[in-house]
């Protein structure tokens, strides 16, 4: 089969690729769900709008090289979740306009978040075994937890690199016991196999995180506010980048919220906030990590509906593909 990369994409596949199942070393799902998004909802359409976007998107990479030939296969969405998104969302909007308080209508969507996370993890845990690299695109940021455990799994001790605006690690919330806000709450309680958690560009938290964030030795956060005042005391980019890297152990997990940007990259997402990093620190943080870690999986998350997040997003993915694979050489590491 001839494929031109330079040509414009034919609407086959992720990135127009002519990618097979068998042929693909990285294997995506798509998870569009956003039964627990509290503040603006669209991010079930995310994966679909990332998809179209990349479309778009240049196959020539000045990092990373031609490494769309390792193939990158989205497999279709798993139609259970699309119907269990759509049977959670009535209740899931009656508790959120509750305050939290419709404990029953919280269950039922705790029920269907359980089930999310099993198949998620069931078809991660498929794509291990068959020795694939394993991605995700959500949906909110409850949508990665099954991928997490399954490659916890599989690499025992595996960090976790998290870039978000908000630092996820609230005890439930609104009644929801695997909310987008609890995802890294979830992760340290439940996956003991995750040894460290280092975040990211974070603005947004209460007390509690704080004080969670200041007490669990598994923790490193990067605030926004601390990184952005050593960058205008004239620090470089690239040793808070080292830093950073540096807080991981040999095997890296990325989570990934679209919130993290700057929301100028991002306008669509659920939970907007200014600050965040910009395009050019991202691309940098990624390629230190690439060159000093292996990424062993990746989710990207909470991207809005609209085209402009879509196009961001899919740029984004292309380079996390780029770097997992960059990765993989271990020599060094
Ligand atoms: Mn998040």
Not at 11 to 19: D, E, H, S
Not at 97 to 116: D, H, K, Y
Not at 136 to 159: M, N, W
């Amino acid at each position: 089969m001839s494929f031109d990369p330079d040509a414009p994409a034919d609407g086959a596949g992720l990135f127009g690729l002519p990618c097979t199942p068998e042929s693909s070393r990285i294997h995506v799902q798509a998870v569009p769900w956003q039964a627990t998004t509290s503040y603006r909802r669209g991010t079930r359409a995310g994966p679909a709008a990332l998809a179209e976007a990349s479309l778009q998107v240049d196959l020539l990479d000045l990092e990373y090289g031609d490494f769309w030939k390792a193939g990158i296969w989205l497999h279709p969405a798993d139609p259970r979740i699309v119907a269990w998104d759509e049977a959670a969302e009535a209740d899931a909007l009656a508790v959120i306009a509750s305050g939290g308080n419709a404990p029953e209508a919280a269950g039922r969507v705790n029920r269907l978040s359980a089930a999310v996370n099993e198949a998620v993890y069931d078809s991660a845990a498929q794509m291990l075994r068959e020795g694939r690299l394993p991605a995700l695109i959500g949906g909110d940021h409850s949508s990665p937890f099954g991928l997490i455990r399954a490659v916890a799994e599989r690499h025992p001790g595996v960090g976790i690199l998290h870039i978000d605006a908000h630092a996820d690690l609230r005890v439930a919330y609104e009644g929801f016991e695997h909310s987008h806000a609890s995802i890294m709450d979830n992760v340290l309680r439940h996956i003991p196999a995750v040894s460290s958690l280092v975040q990211v560009g974070i603005r947004d938290f209460g007390s509690a995180e704080l004080a969670r964030i200041r007490s669990d030795e598994r923790i490193t956060t990067f605030f926004d506010l601390e990184m952005g005042r050593r960058l205008a005391g004239g620090e470089s980019w690239l040793r808070i980048c080292e830093q950073i890297v540096h807080a991981l152990p040999a095997e890296v997990y990325v989570s990934f919220d679209v919130d993290g940007l700057q929301p100028s990259l991002c306008p669509g997402t659920g939970t907007p906030v200014p600050g965040g990093l910009d395009w050019n620190q991202v691309l940098a943080l990624l390629a230190t990590l690439a060159g000093e870690r292996r990424i062993v999986g990746f989710d990207l998350n909470e991207i809005g509906p609209d085209e402009w997040d879509g196009n961001v997003a899919a740029r984004l993915f292309y380079k996390l593909c780029g770097a997992m694979l960059e990765s993989q050489d271990t020599d060094q590491k």
